[in-house]
């Protein structure tokens, strides 16, 4: 492609003034030298998509070969949603449009013969796995490549000198493309992070809108513009690498944990969104599962949660927000159907705080008292387990003293798939603040600026986990 004497010549790299130069040592890198693959990551306004499309048709251009260029995103219902506008633009601010012939689905270079094709991911997989003779693949919007996806589109680049480019904005630390070519980049990699405080051509009202986001909500901007990834960021309830450490942690420090045994049961509410429970057994969390489910399935539910909880011996913790409030009926109700005495315990997520008038933090007496820390149980709960965590982590990597009852340890034996999935959802969540007290942030707002599903594993671990949130003594129904 552009890696001999030809990708050396000078004009190869498109510079003036619609070209980013923060980026001109990154393409140089990229067009010049060995890479298989370019990652371009960041917050959004960074200028990535624009600087791709011009530094693409310049270099298609600027090379008398014929190349196939794929372009690719996840989802492209219609051509415009697609990067062809995006280089369109390109083509006329570059002054090259008596060199393009831009047609409706596709644009080629009339002297080479050069062409740019566009595909959607979701729709289109098949498709793409039967492109051939591709040069240079660029997938846009590349955080929501999967494994499974990019183990049929890494082929299409299968020739000497081929180059994927990957462009995105960070979701999340566990998603696949963060871990698999940020993280850990594969040999032949160039990754590059950039920002819009990188970009020289926002407009002013550009960043007054920017501003305002940090001012009124500074998590949302350092994920939004930061280019952080959620459960990454230092303002995320949980981090990753706590819960890593917390994986057999029993184990690696040796101790024996005890307990009483707990299923922590959150109830679908809705159609969208899904039942789950997390099992912790003598101290350790040995599964977490959830599955889709409805309202009217909630009966069924409850019996499952029942029969799974008298095999192990366990109290139901389940959270008593909208359809939950139901649950302790129906495990009452089986009871006495089977003559059995399975145990529940309503944990009131939205309900007020427990040991309201004691300090937040037990190492520091000074703290905020509970009451004036937390808006609620659930900010409390997720506050005493994240603790946990970090404890926890302290203690295996840095060999600090913590007792056993504070240990959060996750059986290996959950498998690693669930435990991404588990862990993905404890670090997603952040603290925002009501009535000047801390509150995990809503779901129905991660779902609507974020995409990010309900936290159902999640909340079914909080929920086994904090039975003993009110102290050394504690409430349960039917004891």
Known sequence: ????????????????????????????????????????HGGRSSSKTRDTACQLIRLVDHLPVKMRVLCIRRFQNRIQDSVYTELK??????????????QKTTIIHKASGSEFIFYGIERNLEDIKGTSDVDILWVEEAEKL?????????????????????LFNPKLVTDYVWKNFVVNAPPHCIVRRINYTENPFLSAKALRDIAAMQERDPEMFEHVYGGVPLGDSELSIFKRRWLDACVDA????????????????DPADDGEDKSATADKIDGVFVDAEDWSSDKDQLVQNAKKVWAKAKHAGATVSYDTIGVGAFVGGYIDEQNKVEGAKVK???????????????????FNKNSPLNKDEYLNLKAQAWANTARRAMLTFNAVT????????????????????????LFTELCVPWWIETEGKKRVVPKAKLKKDLGVKSHNLADAVIAADNVHITGSTYTLANV
């Open 250 to 265: 029993h184990k690696v420090l040796k101790v024996s944990l005890t307990g009483r045994n707990i299923i922590g049961f």
């Open 89 to 102: 633009w390109a083509i006329a601010h570059l002054g090259l449009s008596a060199r393009y012939d831009v």
């Open 398 to 421: 840095r060999g600090q003293p913590i007792k056993p009852e504070d240990i959060l340890s996750f059986a290996s034996e959950i498998g690693r798939a669930k435990l991404d999935a």
């Open 146 to 166: 999967t494994e499974e996806q990019w183990t049929v589109i890494g082929p299409t680049i299968r020739k000497e000198d081929s180059l994927a480019i990957l």
């Open 344 to 362: 529940h315990y309503a944990f009131h997520a939205g309900g007020a705080v427990m040991d309201g008038d004691k300090p937040s933090d037990f």
């Open 1 to 40: 492609m552009a890696r001999g004497a030809e990708g050396r010549e000078k004009g190869l790299i498109a510079r003036g003034p619609v070209t980013n130069p923060a980026l001109y040592d990154f393409w140089e890198q990229v067009f010049l030298g060995e890479a298989d693959i370019a990652v371009l």
